[in-house]
């Protein structure tokens, strides 16, 4: 399976602030994805990151507050913008293998306090 | 109704139990079933994955799907305290090029030494 290094592992960010999280793939892989885990919650999917194209977002998420960038088959990034305490949550890039995506695969997660 | 129930639990078990832990679903079109481990501020692991109704074992783990009652188990032999975390069930039904997962809300297990 993919090996998938997420940065930073943790932050305490402040109100209002943005912050980007970096999903790096030890091999080419097509499908990468976005997740959010609340506290005490299941995992939420956020967007579909789309290589050389705009992400794919699910209902209740937007471009303004998450936007996603895919530069190649191995990276993406995910910015938090305009922080609340409510964003607070385990953010987890995740990636699909296998001929129909039927695996899929997460990176150990960014956990994010808001303050 | 959503689209996956889990029982959340928590479960607590001694060491060396049989564990059974399942979901239910609500859309057909699910065609992947997985079960993925979660340590305490860790990221899931995917433990199995299945596509057709009936059972896969892996070692001391049996996933098993019925997609006629639209249930899925995963069971767990001679479980160990190195088991305790949150079992999530999740579900793929796949569409044009995007492949989306449904989890269940997870299953906290405890195994008692």
């Known amino acids: 399976s993919a090996v998938i290094s997420q940065k930073p592992s943790r932050d305490i960010c402040q109100r209002g602030t943005s912050l980007t999280i970096q999903c790096q793939v030890d091999s080419q892989v097509t499908m990468m994805f976005w997740y959010r885990q609340q506290p005490g919650q299941s995992l939420t999917l956020i967007a579909t990151a789309n290589q050389g194209s705009e992400a794919t977002y699910e209902s209740g998420f937007v471009i303004d507050k998450f936007p996603i960038s895919r530069p190649n088959l191995t990276f993406s990034t995910l910015t938090v913008s305009n922080m609340s305490p409510e964003d607070s949550s385990i953010y987890l890039c995740?990636?699909?293998?296998?001929?129909?995506?039927?695996?899929?695969?997460f990176g150990e997660g960014s956990w994010l306090t808001v303050v | 109704q959503k689209e996956v129930e889990q029982d959340p639990g928590p479960l607590s078990v001694p060491e060396g139990a049989i564990v059974s832990l399942n979901c239910t679903y609500s859309n057909s079109a699910f065609q992947y079933f997985m079960w993925y481990r979660q340590y305490s501020r860790k990221g899931p692991e995917l433990l199995m994955y299945t596509y057709s109704s009936g059972n896969k074992e892996d070692g001391r783990f049996t996933a098993q799907v019925d997609k006629s009652s639209k249930y899925i188990s995963l069971f767990i032999r001679d479980s160990q305290p190195s088991d305790s975390a949150t079992y999530l069930c999740a579900m793929i039904h796949s569409g044009g090029s995007n492949y989306k997962l449904t989890f269940g809300k997870g299953t906290l297990l405890t195994v008692n030494p």
């Open positions: 995740s990636v699909g293998e296998g001929l129909s995506g039927n695996t899929i695969y």
